[in-house]
Nanobody, 123 residues
């Protein structure tokens, strides 16, 4: 399974970005998917996840209400809409496919990882 993430870039504080992640296999539609991020010098952290049919989502507390995760199983794609961005959101963002159909939050619950897309928020 290969994951191709895109949509990162440089944005001013308060701006928005939409990340996309395409899975190479249609079978990804049977699994939960998620987004993680890693800022320079920091550990990777969970950002958001979604279950197989989109009926359940989970978020990092600091992004809840600003970020929205969604998926399109026809396109084998998961999205992360990021609004009201702040410099603290600057990181490399990674998408991942879960080991189950549920929306997980721990990195160990994800099996396949994308290459990451950089998000830089300027103040």
């Amino acid at each position: 399974v290969q994951l191709q993430a895109s949509g990162g870039g440089l944005v001013q504080a308060g701006g928005s970005l939409r990340l996309s992640c395409v899975c190479s296999r249609r079978t990804c539609s049977n699994n939960g998917m998620g987004w993680f991020r890693q800022a320079p010098g920091k550990e990777r952290e969970f950002v958001a996840s979604i279950n197989w049919n989109g009926s359940n989502t989970r978020y990092l507390d600091s992004v809840r209400g600003r970020f929205t995760i969604s998926r399109d199983n026809v396109k084998s794609t998961v999205y992360l809409q990021m609004n009201s961005l702040s410099p603290e959101d600057t990181a490399a963002y990674y998408c991942a496919v879960g080991r189950s159909a549920f929306s997980a939050t721990s990195g160990t619950e994800f099996r396949y990882w994308g290459q990451g897309t950089e998000v830089t928020v300027s103040s």
